[in-house]
């Protein structure tokens, strides 16, 4: 290291700065992945594994590594465009009044239609505030989440 005042560039010793290296020490994956050895080489594995790639270096080792996997898309454009329903389930935690006006902020209800629902939530256990893609029914269940209200989206059919 060189001391604070000694500096290999003028002018960076005299503002009070000093120089320091950082050195990475660095491992190859060669020498941790070498297998038995023979008169000072590695020996070449190769196993046939499903899914695997392997890398053979008679001096290094072997080095084995996954494929990587490819996830398909399972849901359809049919999934997509089905109706799904924003549930709204009881609790017994918030007051009418407040579901009532969750109701009206998240879907824009007049107060009637946000009451009778809150009514149905209060009888049925349950009502069913809105039918419709599949995006726009996500926000709405996780609007009402944001008002602390037990929404769920179920698929209809």
């Known amino acids: 290291m060189i001391p604070k005042n000694e500096s290999p560039r003028p002018g960076i010793g005299d503002a009070g700065y000093s120089r320091f290296e950082l050195r990475a020490a660095y491992v190859s994956l060669f020498s941790m992945s070498c297998g038995p050895r023979r008169d000072g080489e590695c020996l070449a594995q190769i196993k046939d594994i499903e899914e ?70 209060h009888h049925n256990g349950r009502s069913i505030l809105w039918s419709g893609m599949r995006e726009p029914a996500e926000l709405y269940v996780q609007q009402l989440h944001g008002y602390l209200l037990l929404a769920t989206l179920e698929k209809t059919g």
């Open 52 to 121: 695997m790639t392997h890398v053979s270096n008679q001096k290094a080792g072997t080095i084995t590594t996954a494929e990587p996997t490819v996830e398909k898309e399972t849901r359809s454009e049919e999934d997509l465009d089905l109706p799904w329903q924003v549930v709204v389930h009881n609790d017994p935690v918030n007051l009418m009044s407040y579901v009532t006006m969750a109701f009206q902020r998240v879907f824009g209800y007049p107060r009637e239609k946000a009451e009778r629902h809150m009514l149905e939530v």
